[in-house]
């Protein structure tokens, strides 16, 4: 115990174990049940694409103003969850989507009604922790509806074991995301945590495990030993999934990789226990599928695929709308409604629409994008009366 503790102190003076230089991560921090989030009631200043501008943090640690939580006469609340893409770290606070989605709902209010839009998305979250923030904080502000923003390109993954995100306001360690499994045929509602050290490939559900990794990953939250001996423990670029092809998804026409059918099979059960619990307090649920860059390009652009092709001659086969063709499916057959952005934003900009996208590769809407996403996304709720309108 004296050899633990000393060890235990000597960790403490060294410090994080992950040196981390870009700003967005350092904006971020650990939180044991959701995994991660911006660092509550605190403001930065980012700079980015040649921009410069200010970015805050609500007290739940999420982009945007605080609410209360109790809901106001005469206010219809939205709350959105989702990932990087709504988060959108890449432009200022009246850019980003939500902000977008607000200001023409309210343009379009019935006398005596106003619309709040509430962010619930942080960067590199997936459906496990979105779900974990809607019982732990999102439901509190009693949306009447709530949005599901899903991103083909690593929501499929993020629903796996060891989905993992290095942050720290002075220095990073790894924050594991909470996850959920399928015990014995049946979805298990209740979220397991990561224990660092303990092999994901464990998966047989009893309550000894769920102690342990419980346990283990409280534990981890404290001891910043067990932080730093986690770079040996586990390597976090180790996973056996169909991640290791980033095409997969596309490529899987007859639905035989069965890591792929679990993720696909899981992000369903999530998100129909979210709408569930959702219903409870009144709120219905709907699906926006989010379009990716690599996808669209795929499309709109005859060159891009064929380079594509031909440094993988497996895509002359591959159907890059399969992902949200099948969660579509999934989401639909669960009762949700959903807006399957890609053929949207294919037909845009095949009719000369303006970039959407930062330069070079990144994949997140640039200020144009998020201006198009949020009046798409108002239009589709008021044709399809899921919000009162005029």
């Not at 971020?28 to 410069?52: D, F, K």
């Not at 996973?239 to 369903?268: I, M, S």
């Not at 890609?342 to 996208?357: A, I, M, Q, S, T």
Request: hydrophobic residues 40%; aromatic residues 10%; charged residues 15%.
């Amino acid at each position: 115990m004296l050899a633990f503790i000393m060890a235990e102190l000597g960790a403490r003076a060294l410090g994080p174990p992950y040196e981390i230089g870009d700003q967005i991560h350092r904006t971020h921090q650990c939180e044991a049940t959701i995994g991660w989030t911006g660092l509550p009631s605190q403001t930065a200043v980012i700079s980015m694409y040649n921009r410069t501008y200010p970015v805050s943090w609500n007290r739940d640690g999420m982009r945007g103003p605080d609410y209360p939580y109790p809901k106001a006469a005469g206010v219809f609340r939205i709350l959105v969850l989702g990932d990087s893409m709504i988060e959108a770290m890449e432009v200022a606070e009246a850019e980003r989507s939500v902000h977008i989605l607000e200001q023409k709902l309210n343009e379009q209010a019935p006398p005596g009604l106003k619309f709040e839009v509430l962010n619930g998305a942080i960067g590199a979250w997936g459906p496990p922790p979105e779900f974990m923030y809607f019982r732990t904080k999102g439901q509190l502000y009693q949306p009447d509806l709530v949005l599901i923003s899903w991103f083909s390109r690593n929501d499929l993954t993020d629903v796996l074991p060891n989905h993992v995100n290095t942050a720290g306001p002075t220095g990073g360690i790894h924050c594991f995301s909470p996850y959920f499994a399928i015990c014995n045929g049946e979805f298990d509602s209740q979220p397991w945590f990561v224990a660092p050290g303990v092999s994901a490939k464990w998966q047989a559900c009893t309550q000894g495990r769920r102690w342990l990794t419980n346990g283990l990953s409280t534990l981890y939250e404290y001891s910043r030993l067990y932080q730093r001996l986690t770079a040996v423990l586990v390597n976090i670029n180790d996973r056996d999934t169909f991640a290791t092809n980033q095409y997969a998804p596309w490529l899987d026409v007859h639905h035989q990789d069965e890591k792929l059918n679990e993720a696909y099979q899981l992000t369903g059960d999530i998100y129909a226990q979210l709408a569930q619990e959702a219903a409870v307090g009144g709120a219905k649920t709907v699906a926006i599928l989010a379009p990716l860059r690599r996808s669209v390009d795929a499309e709109v652009n005859p060159m891009t695929r064929a380079a594509m092709i031909a440094a993988d001659p497996a895509l002359a086969q591959a159907d890059p709308t399969l992902p949200h063709r099948v969660m579509s499916e999934l989401l639909t057959a669960e009762g949700m409604p959903v807006l399957d952005l890609h053929p949207l934003l294919v037909n845009y900009l095949k009719v000369g629409g303006e970039p959407v996208y930062w330069p070079g590769q990144d994949f997140h809407w640039n200020v144009q994008g998020n201006q198009w996403v949020g009046e798409t996304i108002a239009l589709w709720l008021i044709e399809q009366k899921l919000v009162p309108s005029r």
